[in-house]
């Protein structure tokens, strides 16, 4: 079953190797947008990848597959950072994200342009941060309404909101 | 970044990962799954050892007492793998419901840490005093609880109270720090929560 598989289709669920292949990325991005830390983002993703593993096969197609990874991804990480209030604070690391492109500088920029995203995006306030992310991910309205269950004008007022305080901080970090 | 074009600024959040970035989440997620399963079979071959050792302890002494113990075992293992189901699935229903659902259970479950702490807070230095109330009644003598129970000497019994006093210590130590960390945690898990409901509550 791939990303495209459409609700309400009960074909066999894929394995979770082929989940992973296909959605990891996506995991990977929304546990990078809750915790800075690479050590601690492992775990947190490998924490996803269990949660993931044991309720892949109570899924029931009622959403796709990749609405149900996106879904358990945050709300995992939101139970992450729960637990994360309770240890004393960890220094942040610098984050290095690079990519193998012919073109250095175009690459260079793209990366800080990347890196000012993701730090802008982690000091959004979290109902903000969900909806925020989902956008990013390229999830469509109806989708992000359905998941965070709330209504179509709720998920309107919080994804301005997210995107009034997402430009401000993209601006401060210019 | 020049300018707020959230379409620009998916295609960058989305950019592939690199080769090297598919391959390690390939191989973490094989591992987690590896390991689970390994777990999942452990689980289940030790459940199995245990049950087939007290089933054989029942064939070799048929004493009501040994079949007693043994059926009282056998259904504290089935009624801790019953438990560990139900836990495992109402985890799974938490992470798969929506984020407010999640909350909501997560508050539930800091609550009940808490109380639980609480109690053992105060049980600790209650069990103190009950054994220390024991140990001095009769001290001395022959008519002591303990020694006439446990046939034990002063000096045992002595020895026993420090390492006692020390294991309350320790454990106490460690129920204050649950305790506070559930009590930071619900405070967050509280506040988050009503920030949910504020965002929805604006919108109606």
């Known amino acids: ?174 | 970044m020049s300018d707020f074009d959230l379409d620009r600024l998916g295609e960058l959040w989305r950019q592939d990962p690199e080769p090297a970035e598919v391959e390690r989440l390939r191989r973490a997620a094989a591992r987690v799954s590896r390991r689970a399963r390994m777990a999942q079979l452990a689980d289940t071959i030790g459940a199995i050892i245990v049950s087939a050792s007290l089933v054989a302890v029942t064939t070799i002494n048929h004493e009501p007492r040994t079949i007693l113990i043994v059926t009282a075992a056998l259904l504290l293992i089935l009624f801790t793998f019953v438990r560990n189901r139900k836990l495992r699935e109402a985890e799974i229903r938490m992470l798969s419901g929506t984020t407010e659902e999640m909350l909501d259970q997560s508050i539930e479950r800091a609550r009940t840490t808490r109380k639980r702490m609480r109690f053992n807070l105060v049980s600790v230095p209650v069990a103190i005093v009950i054994y220390s109330v024991l140990i001095s009644l009769g001290r001395g003598t022959e008519n002591s609880i303990l020694r006439a129970r446990l046939h034990l000497s002063e000096d045992m019994i002595f020895v026993g109270a420090i390492m006692l006093v020390l294991v309350a210590g320790l454990l106490t130590v460690g129920y204050a720090r649950t305790f506070i960390r559930s009590r930071i945690e619900l405070g967050w898990l509280e506040r988050l929560r009503d920030a949910y409901r504020r965002e929805r509550d604006e919108s109606q």
């Open chain 1, 1 to 174: 079953m791939t990303s495209d598989a459409k609700p309400g289709n009960r074909r066999a669920v894929a394995s979770f190797e082929q989940v992973i292949a296909e959605h990891g990325p996506l995991i990977s991005r929304i546990a990078m947008s809750y915790e800075a830390d690479p050590a601690l983002r492992e775990d947190l993703m490998q924490q996803i990848f269990l949660a993931v593993w044991q309720a892949l096969p109570r899924f029931r197609a009622d959403s796709s597959l990749r609405t149900f990874i996106a879904r358990i991804a945050q709300n995992r990480s939101i139970s992450y950072v729960a637990k994360q209030v309770r240890q004393p604070p960890v220094a942040e690391l610098d984050e290095r994200i690079e990519a193998d492109d012919p073109d250095p500088e175009q690459t260079a920029m793209e990366a800080s342009d990347r890196r000012m995203l993701l730090e802008a995006t982690r000091k959004l306030p979290l109902p903000q941060r969900q909806v925020i992310v989902l956008v990013l991910e390229g999830f469509d309205y109806s989708e992000i309404a359905e998941m965070l269950d709330i209504a179509p004008n709720a998920l309107a007022l919080r994804l301005s909101r997210a995107k009034a305080t997402l430009k401000t901080l993209l601006e401060r970090g210019r």
